[in-house]
């Protein structure tokens, strides 16, 4: 089945500096990829679309220059979260979905979990 | 526009306990219906989807009916297991096209020996 790989699984960074998140399609391409942040004991909150070869869309409230997100090719999407502060600290979920699925299927990487000294 | 309740969590069962998580929906158009979920310090498995009325989906035990007249997607299970403990979450898809999930707030499952 489809897999979606993200990478690092963990990280941990001092406040001021910037963290880059890999989402990888492994085995189909995928033209969109969704990026959600999930809070401790909460829901998934979607923070952008990210298309391949043009600009993410990015939710209210989501701050497109502290979370920068490329889609450079049909099986890659980063987010660059800038700056970090503690407050970014969270788990952060990438998905993306298999072309001619027919329903709505996302396939889930398995998080990044940021912590922000 | 579109949105998901589940009831809210923690639930604690014994196992082979009766697992009900309810679910219920707003949308427009016909939505597929999703159940994920996520156990401890992973990201989100896909449990089970159904992607019109009356059609049930159904994986490791785990069963949900698509209830288009109770706008109600709700989660059950015969008889947990102690492995069944994770983060159960409903969501929908309110189309067929490149549309992110829209999803509940997660329901945290507890299953003791």
């Known amino acids: 089945g489809a897999v979606v790989s993200q990478h690092p699984s963990r990280v941990i960074c001092k406040s001021g500096t910037s963290v880059k998140i890999e989402c990888r399609s492994l085995?189909?391409?995928?033209?969109?990829m969704f990026w959600y942040r999930q809070f401790p004991k909460q829901s998934l909150m979607l923070m952008a679309t990210s298309n391949e070869g043009s600009k993410a869309t990015y939710e209210q409230g989501v701050e497109k220059d502290k979370f920068l997100i490329n889609h450079a090719s049909l099986t890659l999407s980063t987010l660059t979260v800038t700056s970090a502060h503690p407050e970014d600290s969270s788990f952060y979920i990438c998905?993306?979905?298999?072309?001619?699925?027919?329903?709505?299927?996302?396939?889930f990487g398995a998080g990044s979990r940021l912590t922000v000294l | 526009g579109n949105s998901v309740t589940q009831m809210e969590g923690p639930v604690t069962l014994s196992e082979e306990a009766f697992l009900t998580i309810n679910c219920t929906y707003t949308a427009t158009g016909y939505p597929s219906l999703f159940w994920y979920v996520q156990y401890p310090g992973e990201g989100l498995q896909l449990l089970l989807k159904a992607t019109k009325a009356d059609d049930k989906g159904s994986n490791k035990g785990f069963e949900a009916t698509y209830r288009k007249e109770t706008t109600s997607f709700h989660l059950e299970k015969g008889s947990v297991q102690v492995s069944d403990s994770a983060v159960y979450f409903c969501a929908l898809s309110a189309d067929s096209g490149n549309t992110p999930l829209v999803f509940g707030k997660g329901t945290r499952l507890s299953v003791i020996a």
């Open positions: 085995d189909f391409q995928a033209t969109t």
């Open positions: 998905s993306a979905r298999e072309a001619g699925t027919g329903a709505n299927v996302l396939t």
